[in-house]
């Protein structure tokens, strides 16, 4: 997280004087409390302050990349799922390939008529099909994908991390995030490669520290 230069003297004045009140360090930079305030917010949710009622701003001692992986740890699928986009077990191969091209997804989860999750296709599963002379539209997906128990999933309050890794111990673009039912699992989101690189540039940006 990229800090200013006010931030940074702010930094320095809690090092070097903490415990500080926040009325301590804005007249020491010659500034009032209120101008100071968003400067402190930041840095107290950033993690690189800690205020204590009644004593002050003492510094933590954590540097970027401390906080930068506190930050990665503490990240739940929840958070970054997106919409999971499902085909039913009859639906036929080349309405697989259509649905994917639409909704442009490199996954899509197969689920049976209580809408509970029974399998996966990706895009190599698609295409192995269809090097075939088969009648794409006469081939139901639940022939060619791959189906549960072997899948490999997430759910809602898993960390986005463990998700990551699933996907690299599994070779695999992506994980359905699903919730017990009964009868089975229901398929609430996805996470994908392109979820955790959406959470890395964020991360660089600053937006969640
Ligand atoms: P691609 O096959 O396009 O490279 P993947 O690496 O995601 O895409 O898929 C590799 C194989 O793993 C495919 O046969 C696919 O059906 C299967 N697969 C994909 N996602 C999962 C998952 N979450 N659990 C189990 N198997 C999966």
Redesign the pocket.
């Given at each position: 997280m990229e800090l200013s230069k006010r931030q940074e003297q702010i930094i320095e004045i809690v090092k070097s004087n903490g415990p500080i009140t926040g009325e301590n360090i804005a007249s020491k930079l010659g500034l009032t409390r209120a101008t100071l305030r968003p400067d402190l917010a930041i840095l107290t949710m950033s993690g690189f302050l800690e205020a204590r009622p009644r004593v002050g701003y003492y510094y933590t001692g954590k540097t970027g990349n401390e906080l930068l992986t506190e930050n990665i740890k503490r990240l739940k699928v929840q958070e970054y799922q997106s919409v999971p986009i499902v085909v039913k077990e009859h639906t036929s191969v080349y309405d697989a390939i259509s649905t994917m091209f639409l909704d442009d997804v490199?996954?899509l989860f197969v689920v049976d008529e209580q809408s509970c999750l029974i399998?996966?296709?990706?895009?190599?599963?698609l295409?192995r099909a269809s090097m075939g002379q088969q009648d794409l539209t006469a081939v139901p997906v639940h022939i060619i994908?791959?189906r549960m128990p072997?899948?490999?999933?997430c759910r809602r309050d898993d960390m986005v991390l463990d998700a990551a890794r699933?996907?690299i111990d599994?070779?695999?673009?992506?994980?359905?995030v699903v919730k017990a039912v009964e009868g089975g699992l229901e398929v609430v989101g996805r996470i994908t490669k392109t979820t955790i690189t959406k959470v890395f540039v964020e991360l660089i940006r600053g937006n969640h520290i």
């Amino acid at each position: 997280m990229e800090l200013s230069k006010r931030q940074e003297q702010i930094i320095e004045i809690v090092k070097s004087n903490g415990p500080i009140t926040g009325e301590n360090i804005a007249s020491k930079l010659g500034l009032t409390r209120a101008t100071l305030r968003p400067d402190l917010a930041i840095l107290t949710m950033s993690g690189f302050l800690e205020a204590r009622p009644r004593v002050g701003y003492y510094y933590t001692g954590k540097t970027g990349n401390e906080l930068l992986t506190e930050n990665i740890k503490r990240l739940k699928v929840q958070e970054y799922q997106s919409v999971p986009i499902v085909v039913k077990e009859h639906t036929s191969v080349y309405d697989a390939i259509s649905t994917m091209f639409l909704d442009d997804v490199g996954t899509l989860f197969v689920v049976d008529e209580q809408s509970c999750l029974i399998g996966v296709l990706s895009r190599k599963d698609l295409l192995r099909a269809s090097m075939g002379q088969q009648d794409l539209t006469a081939v139901p997906v639940h022939i060619i994908m791959t189906r549960m128990p072997n899948i490999t999933v997430c759910r809602r309050d898993d960390m986005v991390l463990d998700a990551a890794r699933k996907m690299i111990d599994q070779q695999i673009d992506g994980l359905p995030v699903v919730k017990a039912v009964e009868g089975g699992l229901e398929v609430v989101g996805r996470i994908t490669k392109t979820t955790i690189t959406k959470v890395f540039v964020e991360l660089i940006r600053g937006n969640h520290i």
